[in-house]
């Protein structure tokens, strides 16, 4: 599935929703990691406005829940840049599926919202309820790919942003639109953000950054 046309829509509604709301998401001690494996995880360093992430054969996810008055985003951007990363993969397999960066967004039914709050990201993703869209730089597919996700099943989307290689660049997505494409409904509160790289399955190296993150 395509999906180019809500990527360039998302501009739009970011520029149309500034009057409402925007709200900076820091990189602070809000984040919490969670690792896979008790031996190794990727390198994370919150800084404020930026996040580094070193990845050496590894993979983990940070995440940080968001406060109830941002529950009601739908739309985000952020600044990411590689300058290592992985080689291109098929993400839509289980097992071999590294990316240099990938950017989550988990929404929640508004009635489960607030019942699920303190909740790792781990308990979270295997929640029936949770809708994920997940923004990636990496694999061997087109900008504005949509796949299906190999661990959240219909649960959760990989929607391809960048494909495998380096560079710097900017992005706005309309969550909504994008929700809309991925489950056939409007999303509910979105709950967290979470930020993994993923190097295991190629035994390779991850130098990259995420900055400037920001949700309306």
Do not use: C
């Not at 070193?54 to 529950?71: C, F, K, M």
């Amino acid at each position: 599935m395509r999906i180019i046309s809500t990527l360039a829509a998302g501009a739009l509604t970011l520029a149309a929703a500034g009057a409402a709301f925007a709200a900076s998401v820091p990189f602070d001690d809000a984040w919490k990691v969670q690792r896979f494996s008790l031996f190794s995880g990727n390198d994370y360093d919150f800084n404020g406005d930026t996040l580094a992430v070193g990845s050496d054969g590894t993979v983990s996810i940070a995440y940080r829940p968001l406060a109830e008055e941002n529950w009601s985003a739908r739309s985000a951007s952020w600044s990411w840049g590689v300058d290592e990363g992985v080689p291109p993969t098929d993400l839509s397999q289980k097992g071999g599926d590294d990316r240099n960066l990938a950017v989550y967004f988990v929404f929640l039914p508004e009635d489960r919202a607030e019942e699920m709050q303190g909740v790792a990201i781990t308990s979270l993703l295997n929640e029936d309820d949770i809708r994920a869209l997940v923004y990636v730089w990496g694999g061997d597919h087109e900008r504005g790919e949509m796949l299906d996700s190999p661990y959240l099943g219909e649960r959760g989307k990989t929607v391809v942003l960048r494909p495998s290689g380096t560079g710097a660049h900017e992005e706005s997505v309309d969550l909504a639109a994008d929700h809309e494409a991925a489950f056939g409904t409007q999303p509910g509160a979105l709950v967290g953000v979470a930020i993994s790289g993923d190097s295991d399955d190629t035994e390779t190296s991850i130098d990259a950054s995420v900055s400037n993150f920001v949700v309306e």
